[in-house]
C-alpha cells in the first residue's frame, strides 16, 4: 500500500496568509492526487485533482503541485471559510490511500 | 444537482450484519463508479472499496481490513449502490460516506451515514 503523509498536522494563520502543506507518498506515482477540504460535521470535498487541476467552482487561491512522491497544496491568501481539515489522497494504485489530515485554523 | 444519500446505518452488535444504500439523482448513476469512504469517530478518511460501470465491467476493489466482511453491489435500473456489512467489529464503527467517482478522485459525496457497532 501506499502510505501518505501530510505535514504539519495543524497550522494556525491569519486571514490574508499564505499557507502551504505538504504529502509525501512512500512511493512515486506521477501526479494521480487529490487534495480534499473538509469541515466538522460536513463531508469532504474535492479541491485539486491530478495534482494541480483546480475542480469546478473551487476559488483559485487554491492551488496544488508537485509529482512522484512530493506534493504541496496552498493557499495563497487565507480565508475565513478556509478553516477545516485538508486530506491528500493517492489515486494511482489500490488500495486507495488519504493522508492523516491538516487541521488548518484561522487565527 | 448531484446528489447522493446514504441510508442504513445505526446500532448493531458485533458480528451482526448491515446494509448500507446510497441512492444518487442528478446525474447518470449507471455511467459512473461510485465508492465508499468511512471515518471513525475523531480520525481521518479510510477507503472502504469502489464498484465500477457496467462499461467497465461492475469490477470491484476492496480495502484490506473489509474484504470478505463487506460487499458492495449496485442496481443501476434504481441508481443505488450498497454496502452490505458482515461480520462486524467495533471498529467498523464509522461515518460512512458513498460518493460519485470523477475520474479516479471523489467529487460528489453523501451527507453519511452513521454506524455503531456494540454490545
Known amino acids: 500500500d501506499i502510505q501518505m503523509t501530510q505535514s504539519p498536522s495543524s497550522v494556525s494563520a491569519s486571514v490574508g496568509d499564505r499557507v502551504t502543506i505538504t504529502c509525501r507518498a512512500s512511493?512515486?506515482?506521477?501526479?494521480?492526487l487529490a487534495w480534499y477540504q473538509q469541515k466538522p460535521g460536513r463531508a469532504p470535498k474535492l479541491l485539486i485533482y491530478?495534482?494541480?487541476s483546480l475542480h469546478s467552482g473551487v476559488p483559485s487561491r487554491f492551488s496544488g503541485s508537485g509529482s512522484g512522491t512530493d506534493f504541496t497544496l496552498t493557499i495563497s491568501s487565507l480565508q475565513p471559510e478556509d478553516f477545516g481539515t485538508y486530506y491528500c489522497?493517492?489515486?494511482?494504485?489500490?488500495?486507495?490511500?488519504f493522508g492523516q489530515g491538516t487541521k488548518v485554523e484561522v487565527k | 444537482e448531484v446528489q447522493l444519500v446514504e441510508s442504513g446505518g445505526g446500532l448493531v452488535q458485533p458480528g451482526r450484519s448491515l446494509r448500507l444504500s446510497c441512492a444518487g439523482s442528478?446525474?447518470?448513476?449507471?455511467?459512473?463508479?461510485i465508492s465508499w469512504v468511512r471515518q471513525a469517530p475523531g480520525e481521518g478518511l479510510e477507503w472502504v472499496g469502489l464498484?465500477?460501470?457496467?462499461?467497465?465491467?461492475?469490477?470491484?476493489q476492496y480495502a484490506a481490513s473489509v474484504r470478505r466482511r463487506f460487499t458492495i453491489s449496485r442496481d443501476d435500473s434504481k441508481s443505488i449502490a450498497y454496502l452490505q456489512m458482515d461480520s462486524l467489529k467495533t471498529e467498523d464503527t464509522a461515518v460512512y460516506y458513498c460518493?460519485?467517482?470523477?475520474?479516479?478522485?471523489?467529487?460528489?459525496w453523501g451527507q453519511g451515514t452513521l454506524v455503531t457497532v456494540s454490545s
Open positions: 464498484i465500477r460501470s457496467q462499461t467497465y465491467g461492475g469490477t470491484i
Open positions: 489522497q493517492q489515486s494511482s494504485s489500490f488500495p486507495r490511500t
Open positions: 512511493q512515486g506515482f506521477s501526479t494521480w
Open positions: 442528478g446525474f447518470t448513476f449507471a455511467d459512473n463508479a
Open positions: 460518493n460519485r467517482n470523477f475520474g479516479n478522485y471523489f467529487d460528489s
Open positions: 491530478d495534482a494541480s
